[in-house]
């Protein structure tokens, strides 16, 4: 019956609505039912488990220097490269742990003001466009005179000023696995975190390249001290989820052109 009563154009308008509502309904139950499972439960950690088994970690590969023949010292009691007779205990091997002291304090401020101005104008002579004006006024008396179509004059201006104060602080410790030992002897270390007060989870993530020799004493290195350092701080759980929008605004922000 609606093939029969129903341009094809309506039809397809039709089906295609019928379609999208689907497809958002389905998206919204999902939604939904896993809201409502997570209802009265604390948000879950992630379990122990090897960094290097991760699927988002990757091994690291850096530039590395010509290799160097090992010197012996035949009856000496110091070890090329050692910075004690006794044994080092801070982290050297793959396994081992280290301790990593975040203490970023990041400002800066920026002041930009742009001013711009532009005008020109044009205009012709009267007995320019004399002849030929007489003319086309003869077949066409309501068409304006020819000098004042090519005569303009226009002007622009521009203005704009922009401010940026950011003033950040962080201050961490946390405890990194060493996942790696590059071949001029720095490590790669991977260190994870995570904490849950009540129903947020909040997780600390770390990751660089380090040296050995910048390893205090008592096993701890600062964070300006690691090389390609990556640094996370975030969370999950009810206050994230209120902070973030809903599943159906962040579909409208996407979909919607303005």
Same mark, same amino acid.
């Given at each position: 019956?609606?093939?029969?009563?129903?341009?094809?154009?309506?039809?397809?308008?039709?089906?295609?609505?019928?379609?999208?509502?689907?497809v958002?309904?389905?998206?919204?139950?999902?939604?939904?039912?896993?809201?409502?499972?997570?209802?009265?439960?604390?948000?879950?950690l992630?379990?122990?488990?090897?960094p290097t088994?991760r699927?988002?970690?990757?091994?690291v590969?850096?530039?590395?220097?010509?290799?160097?023949? /090992?010197?012996?010292?035949?009856?000496?009691?110091?070890?090329? &490269? *050692?910075?004690?007779?006794f044994? =080092?205990? !801070?982290? +050297?091997?793959?396994?081992d742990?280290?301790?990593?002291l975040?203490?970023?304090?990041?400002?800066?401020?920026?002041?930009?003001?742009?001013?711009?101005?532009?005008?020109?104008?044009?205009?012709?002579?009267?007995?320019?466009?004399?002849?030929?004006?007489?003319?086309?006024?003869?077949?066409?008396?309501?068409?304006?005179?020819?000098?004042? /179509?090519f005569?303009?004059?226009?002007?622009?201006?521009?203005? &704009? *000023?922009?401010t940026?104060?950011? =003033?950040? !602080?962080? +201050?961490?410790r946390?405890?990194?696995?060493?996942?790696?030992?590059?071949?001029?002897?720095?490590?790669?270390?991977?260190?994870?975190?995570?904490?849950?007060?009540?129903?947020?989870?909040?997780?600390?993530?770390?990751?660089?390249?380090?040296?050995?020799?910048?390893?205090?004493?008592?096993n701890?290195?600062?964070?300006?001290?690691?090389?390609?350092?990556?640094?996370?701080?975030?969370?999950?759980g009810?206050l *994230?989820?209120?902070q973030q929008?809903?599943?159906?605004?962040?579909?409208?922000?996407?979909?919607?052109?303005?």
């Open positions: 019956m609606m093939s029969r009563f129903c341009p094809r154009p309506f039809r397809r308008i039709v089906f295609a609505g019928v379609f999208f509502a689907g958002f309904a389905s998206v919204l139950t999902q939604a939904g039912c896993a809201g409502l499972a997570r209802v009265g439960e604390t948000p879950p992630s379990p122990i488990q090897d088994t699927k988002d970690y990757r091994k590969e850096m530039p590395m220097p010509a290799p160097q023949k /090992l010197q012996r010292n035949p009856n000496s009691l110091w070890r090329s &490269g *050692s910075r004690a007779f044994k =080092d205990l !801070r982290a +050297t091997r793959v396994g742990i280290v301790t990593v975040i203490d970023v304090q990041d400002s800066a401020e920026l002041n930009n003001a742009t001013q711009r101005t532009r005008s020109s104008s044009k205009e012709t002579e009267n007995g320019a466009l004399g002849a030929l004006d007489s003319t086309v006024r003869t077949f066409f008396p309501l068409v304006p005179p020819l000098n004042d /179509l005569d303009g004059a226009s002007q622009s201006a521009t203005q &704009g *000023s922009g940026i104060s950011r =003033d950040e !602080r962080i +201050t961490m946390v405890a990194a696995v060493v996942t790696q030992t590059l071949p001029n002897g720095n490590l790669v270390v991977y260190g994870r975190q995570e904490l849950r007060v009540n129903f947020e989870v909040r997780v600390l993530h770390v990751a660089g390249v380090l040296r050995p020799q910048d390893i205090a004493n008592n701890t290195i600062a964070f300006d001290q690691i090389a390609e350092a990556r640094v996370a701080y975030g969370g999950r009810t *994230s989820n209120l929008p809903k599943i159906g605004t962040q579909i409208a922000d996407v979909l919607l052109p303005f």
